[in-house]
Structure formats: structure tokens, C-alpha cells
T-cell receptor, first 114, second 114 residues
Framework: SAVISQKPSRDICQRGTSLTIQCQVDSQVTMMFWYRQQPGQSLTLIAT?????????ESGFVIDKFPISRPNLTFSTLTVSNMSPEDSSIYLC???????????FGPGTRLTVL | AQTVTQSQPEMSVQEAETVTLSCTYDTSESDYYLFWYKQPPSRQMILVIRQEAYKQQNATENRFSVNFQKAAKSFSLKISDSQLGDAAMYFCAYSGGGADGLTFGKGTHLIIQP
């Protein structure tokens, strides 16, 4: 499986500001995904990011709030815009690699919004 | 839309014993993939085991095995010879394959009693 890193690992932010989370993979992958895990909850898919095309967002998530970039086959960013305390969550990226239809996850970014 | 249900919020087992975690799902598809992920307190999502729906044989990975009942839409995880390091949240997940993201259950908190 691929080695996946995320930056930052955690952050505390003020409401109204934005944070960009980076996801880096040590090999080229076609599909990358972004998930949110609210406190004490399960994971929910935010969007799917293909290199060279617009991200595909799930119901309840919009590009203005969660813009995503995918400039190449090893890197993606997720921005959480105009943050509120309800955005406090763990944000995880995953990649499709190492076997058909299997996703492997990065270590996550713990975001706290005050 | 697909749904995944984990009806056991918490399970407890003595070290070295066997425990089974339950998962049911709902889908109208005939081809899909099912997964169990483990999330220890470090919050890293770790793939435990995967099952392709078209395979009748139950997947096994060392002490971990599944009981996949396609007609009943059931996908339980058996952990044999439980170890203290198995303590974690366990999430059952469904994917339609390819660009599909994962749909997760709410998770089961597994406690290992020494």
C-alpha cells in the first residue's frame, strides 16, 4: 500500500478563517477522496478528486465551502472555508491503490474551530 | 442509496477469546466490495480485511475472518485470539467499486479486557 501523509496533523483556528489541508502520496494514484469525521461519529465522504478534472462533491457539501485541488497524481488539497465551530472534525484523505477498489487512508487532520 | 448498519455500539471481550462484530448493508447492486477498517485512538484508519461480493469464499487475514452472507446482506467480522492491540473502533464499509467512495457504518467500539 502507499505511504500517505497529511499536513497539518492538527490545528486550532478562529471562526471565519480558512484552512488548507494537504495530502501527499508516495506513488501516483488516479483517485483521491476526502472524508470528514465529526466528533464521535463515523466518516462521511466529502468529495472525490481526479487529477485534471473538477472534484465531485457529495450531497451536503459544496465547492465554495470545501474547494479541492488536484494538481498532479500524488497531491491534493482540501480547503475548509469561512470556518465555524461546526467544522471541528477530523479530515482524512484516502487513495485508491494497492489492490482493486481498496482505499487506504492518510493519518488525518484534527481541526478545532473556536 | 446504500446504507451500512452496525448495531453494536460497543463490544467487550476477554484477551485471547473470540469476538464477532456485526454489519448489515443495503444495496441493489450485485457487484460491490465490503471492508472492515480499524481506527485506534491515534485516529489512523487501518484496513483490516476486504471482501469482493462476487467471491463466495469468505476472506481471512491471520486472526481476522469474515462471514459474508450475500443473500442476507450480512458481513460480520470475527477476531480470534483477541489481543490488547485489537482495541479500537471498527467500521464496516461498502463500496460500489471504482470511483465510488466508501459508505461507513457508525462503528463498534471494541474493548479488550486483560
Amino acid at each position: 500500500s502507499a505511504v500517505i501523509s497529511q499536513k497539518p496533523s492538527r490545528d486550532i483556528c478562529q471562526r471565519g478563517t480558512s484552512l488548507t489541508i494537504q495530502c501527499q502520496v508516495d506513488s501516483q494514484v488516479t483517485m483521491m477522496f476526502w472524508y470528514r469525521q465529526q466528533p464521535g461519529q463515523s466518516l462521511t465522504l466529502i468529495a472525490t478528486a481526479n487529477q485534471g478534472s473538477e472534484a465531485t462533491y457529495e450531497s451536503g457539501f459544496v465547492i465554495d465551502k470545501f474547494p479541492i485541488s488536484r494538481p498532479n497524481l500524488t497531491f491534493s488539497t482540501l480547503t475548509v472555508s469561512n470556518m465555524s465551530p461546526e467544522d471541528s472534525s477530523i479530515y482524512l484523505c484516502s487513495v485508491l491503490t494497492g489492490g482493486p477498489d481498496t482505499q487506504y487512508f492518510g493519518p488525518g487532520t484534527r481541526l478545532t474551530v473556536l | 442509496a446504500q446504507t451500512v448498519t452496525q448495531s453494536q455500539p460497543e463490544m467487550s471481550v476477554q484477551e485471547a477469546e473470540t469476538v464477532t462484530l456485526s454489519c448489515t448493508y443495503d444495496t441493489s447492486e450485485s457487484d460491490y466490495y465490503l471492508f472492515w477498517y480499524k481506527q485506534p485512538p491515534s485516529r489512523q484508519m487501518i484496513l483490516v480485511i476486504r471482501q469482493e461480493a462476487y467471491k463466495q469464499q469468505n476472506a481471512t487475514e491471520n486472526r481476522f475472518s469474515v462471514n459474508f452472507q450475500k443473500a442476507a446482506k450480512s458481513f460480520s467480522l470475527k477476531i480470534s485470539d483477541s489481543q490488547l492491540g485489537d482495541a479500537a473502533m471498527y467500521f464496516c464499509a461498502y463500496s460500489g467499486g471504482g470511483a465510488d467512495g466508501l459508505t461507513f457504518g457508525k462503528g463498534t467500539h471494541l474493548i479488550i479486557q486483560p
